[in-house]
């Protein structure tokens, strides 16, 4: 058996709004799903979800390093070669971590279903059957369009709250305020600073947020000030997250080599599978908790998602956010099969590979050039 072929097609779903953070809108998803075939005909899912207010891959970037780059020195190969798939992805070109990402899904899917293993089996199995914590993330907007959010998903059952700021310090304040009176004293709250701060007014702003009792406060400086982010770390009673300034396994090592982070949030769409089994493995290794975020995928990049998070037991699944259906999100979706129920419980099954079918027409119709 060998892969004959690998395929990126471009498509747009309409979101249900437009998400605002820190770092820019969110109008629209803009993701690229994969294909790996087989001589046999088994073919390997993956998605590319990049996010255009936090990252440097495009649509177009990750279709032309697929094809032009992934392709040819992934033609002939065994798909149950895996590690040597994986290490071929990385070193075929430098950064473009999306595409490198959604490869590693599409690759893991592919020899998941070879195998007739679910995808979790092949990560090394099964920590936790079933996740319920729902949760919400709360947009970035007035605050009290925020605590009205909030506030209809409190009523919904939701108990844990992700709230974005990081535009207006004194503004922040005001957003957090108001979803913490929206959701009372019992609700896990969160807030994500999306990069929006600056050395010097994070410490003096973040120390008033403390009054309101948060989970933790994710990637408050941007991505490349780890010595700030140390200092903050010092400072702070509160967790400090990191998030995009965890891309690699290799910026995990930097921010925990110099106690930059308290948590370290994984996202399979930019670091893979692998790559996340290495963050994982590392921070487990030092003692710091991982929690999980998204980028948006659709159903695909949301299975890998779920198998990784049913498998992860260094994952701190009550302060996490781990990704649900992206029907929350999106108005429609691309795949059949998920192990999202009605109930909003992300439940594991036995399917091979990532367990999801393509919706061949649905791809046709939002494919774009």
């Not at 993330?137 to 009290?144: F, K, N, V």
């Not at 933790?216 to 903050?232: N, S, T």
Request: glycine share 8%.
């Amino acid at each position: 058996m060998k892969i004959v072929q690998v395929q990126a097609i471009a498509v747009a779903v309409p979101l249900r709004g437009t998400f605002q953070i820190a770092s820019g809108a969110i109008p629209s998803g803009r993701n690229v799903i994969i294909r790996c075939r087989t001589d046999t005909g088994v073919e390997g899912l993956g998605e590319a979800s990049p996010v255009a207010a936090t990252d440097a891959d495009t649509q177009r970037s990750i279709v032309d390093i697929v094809t032009r780059e992934f392709e040819p020195r992934l033609l002939g190969k065994d798909p149950l070669d895996l590690p040597t798939l994986l290490a071929t992805v990385q070193t075929a070109v430098p950064g473009n971590q999306c595409a490198k990402a959604g490869m590693d899904i599409a690759l893991h899917d592919l020899a998941g279903k070879v195998l007739g293993l679910p995808v979790y089996q092949m990560l090394g199995g099964l920590f936790r059957r079933e996740i319920a914590l729902p949760e919400a993330d709360i947009w970035l907007d007035t605050p009290e369009n925020m605590a009205a959010c909030a506030r209809t998903a409190y009523e919904a059952g939701v108990r844990n709250f992700e709230i974005k700021i990081g535009v207006s310090p004194a503004m922040d304040y005001e957003r957090v305020q108001a979803v913490r009176r929206a959701v009372g004293p019992q609700a896990r709250i969160r807030a994500d600073c999306n990069e929006g701060y600056d050395a010097a007014n994070a410490l003096r702003s973040l120390r008033k947020l403390e009054a309101f009792d948060l989970e933790y406060i994710e990637q408050p400086l941007p991505r490349w000030d780890c010595e700030g982010m140390a200092r903050l770390a010092a400072a702070l009673d509160t967790p400090i997250c990191a998030d995009q300034a965890a891309y690699t396994t290799h910026d995990v090592f930097r921010l925990l080599s110099m106690a930059a982070a308290d948590l370290i949030c994984i996202k399979i769409p930019k670091s893979g599978l692998a790559g996340a089994q290495t963050i994982h493995a590392t921070c487990e290794a030092a003692g710091v908790r991982c929690t999980l975020g998204s980028m948006l995928p659709l159903g695909i990049g949301a299975a890998a998602i779920h198998h990784f998070a049913l498998h992860a037991r260094n994952v701190d699944i009550e302060c996490s956010g781990v990704y649900g259906s992206p029907l929350d999100y999106y108005q429609d979706d691309l795949v059949h099969g998920s192990m999202v129920g009605k109930d909003g419980v992300i439940r594991a099954c036995d399917a091979p590979g990532l367990g999801v079918r393509l919706d061949e027409a649905k791809l046709e119709r939002y494919s774009v050039q």
